[in-house]
C-alpha cells in the first residue's frame, strides 16, 4: 500500500493510516509477533511515516480508561489473594439448593457475579475444582443416575461456568476488555463519556438475560437435567466452605475496600456533586481502591494486603494492547480515513438499521470465536462508527454491538480463556461444545441486537 498511490477522496496521510491498520489487523489476527509488540507499531511507524508526532501517537497510551482497568486488575488480585471469592461462591451455591438445575444455575449465577469485577479466566479456575468435586459426588451418591444423566449434568455445569464467566464479564467497565476499548473509543473519538453506571444499566440488564438464556439452554434443552436434590452434593459444599476457617480479618478489609469502590462507581454522579470529590472519576476510584489495598497490612501474613511481587500476575500487555489500539483509532479518525471508510460504505444506508445491527453482531460473534475479542473491538470500532456517520444514525447504534458481540464467543475451547479452561477437563468433546455455543450463539446476536437497537440510544 505505501507503494500505491491513495485512492480518491482519501489523502496521503489517511493512506498511511490505513497502510499500518492493515498492517495491525494482520499481525493480531495471525499473531506474527505478540499482539502487546503489534501494538506498539504507532509509535514507530506514525512518526517515521510523518502521520504525527511521537508525542502525540503516546497520548492514547495513558487514556484514564486503562487505569480504570489497571486498578481494577488491582482490586482482583486483592480478592484473589484473600480468598474472599471463594468464600462468597461457596455461600451462594449452598444457599440456592441441591437439585441438578439449581446446582447448575447456582454456579452460573456465581461465576457471573464474580467475573463482574474478576477476570473471567479466574473465576473460571477458581469455580473449576469445585464444579469436578460436585460433579464426582453426584455420580457416586445418587442412586439410578444413568450415564447420559451424569454426562448431561457434568456438561452443563462446566460449560454454564465458562459461558457464565464469559456473560458476566459484560456487566460493568472493568468487567472484560471490549466494553474498557469501547469506553475510551467513545470518549476519544465522540466525546462521549462512558461512567460505570451507563454501562451497568446496559449491561446489567443483558447479561441477566443472557445468564438466564443460557441456563435455560444447557439444563433444560441442550444437555436436559432431571434428577432432583442430592443432599451429599450439599454437604461436600459445606465441608469445603468449613474447611475455610472463620471469615478472615484480611477478607474483612479487602471487602470494605471493595464495597466502596462499587458504591463509588455506582453513584459517582452523586458524589461529584460534592465540592472536594468533583474530580473523582471511574478511573480515579480504581487507582484509590489499588493504593489502599497496597497501604492496608495484611493481618495473616506479612506486609500488606497485596504484595508488589503480585504485580507479574497483571496483564500488562493488555494495557499496552489498548494504548494501541486507541492510538490507531485516533489517527484514523484525524487522517480523515475514518470518514473515507464510511462514505465508501454508503451503498449500505438503504439497509435498514436494525439488519444493519444485526449483519453486525453477527459478523463479530463468529470472527471473535477464532480471533482475540479485543483486537476484534480495537479493529472494527473505527469502521462501523464511521459508517454509522456516514449513513446518519448515531455511532453507539453500531459501535455497541461491536463491544457486546466480541463477548459472546461459545462454540470453541479457543474462543475464550474460559471455555478453552472447562475444555481440559476432558468432560466432553468439541463437537459436544459447539453445539450448545453455536445455539447459545444465536441467542447473542439477537440479545445484543435488540440492546443495540433498541436501549443503548437511550442511555448513551
Known sequence: MQFSPAPSGLNDVGWDVAAVAVLMAIWWATETVPVAITALLPLALFPLLGVTSFDNAAIPYSNKNIYLFLGGFMLALGIESSGLHKRIALKMIISVGSSGRKLVGGFMLVAALISMWVMNTST????????????????????????????????????????????????????????IVFS?????????????????????????IMLFGAWTLLTKYVFPISFT????????????????????????????????????????????????????TDAGIAIIAAILIFMTP???????????????????????????????????????????????????????????????????????????????????????????????????????????????????????????????????????MMRAGFALNIIGILVVTVFAYYFAPLIF
Open 124 to 179: 473460571t479456575l477458581m469455580l473449576l475444582p469445585i464444579g469436578l468435586a460436585v460433579c464426582t459426588v453426584m455420580s457416586e451418591t445418587i442412586p439410578g443416575l444413568s450415564e447420559k444423566d451424569k454426562s448431561n449434568f457434568d456438561t452443563a455445569l462446566l460449560l454454564g461456568i465458562a459461558y457464565a464467566a464469559t456473560i458476566g464479564g459484560m456487566s460493568t467497565l472493568i468487567g472484560t476488555a471490549p466494553n
Open 298 to 432: 495484611s493481618a495473616s501474613k506479612k506486609g500488606d494486603l497485596l504484595k508488589w511481587e503480585r504485580s507479574k500476575d497483571l496483564p500488562w500487555g493488555l494495557l499496552i494492547l489498548f494504548g494501541g489500539g486507541l492510538s490507531l483509532a485516533a489517527q484514523i479518525s484525524s487522517s480523515g480515513l475514518g470518514v473515507w471508510i464510511g462514505n465508501s460504505l454508503l451503498v449500505l444506508s438503504s439497509v435498514p438499521p436494525i439488519l444493519l445491527i444485526l449483519a453486525v453482531a453477527t459478523l463479530i460473534i463468529f470472527l471473535t470465536e477464532i480471533t482475540s475479542n479485543v483486537t476484534t473491538t480495537t479493529t472494527f470500532l473505527p469502521v462501523f462508527g464511521a459508517l454509522a456517520i456516514a449513513i446518519g444514525i448515531l455511532p453507539v447504534s453500531l459501535t455497541v454491538p461491536v463491544c457486546l458481540a466480541a463477548s459472546c464467543a461459545f462454540m470453541l475451547p479457543v474462543a475464550t480463556p474460559p471455555n478453552a479452561i472447562v475444555y481440559g477437563s476432558n468432560k466432553f468433546t468439541i463437537a459436544t
Open 229 to 280: 436434590a442430592s443432599t451429599e452434593a450439599r454437604d461436600e459444599l459445606k465441608t469445603m466452605l468449613l474447611n475455610m476457617g472463620d471469615f478472615s480479618k484480611d477478607e474483612k478489609r479487602i471487602s470494605i475496600i471493595f464495597g466502596l469502590a462499587v458504591f463509588a462507581w455506582v453513584f459517582r454522579t452523586l458524589l461529584n456533586k460534592i465540592d472536594f470529590l468533583s474530580g473523582l
Open 184 to 208: 475510551a473509543f467513545m470518549q476519544d473519538t465522540y466525546g462521549v463519556e462512558i461512567s460505570m453506571f451507563d454501562w451497568m444499566m446496559l449491561g446489567v440488564p443483558l447479561a441477566s
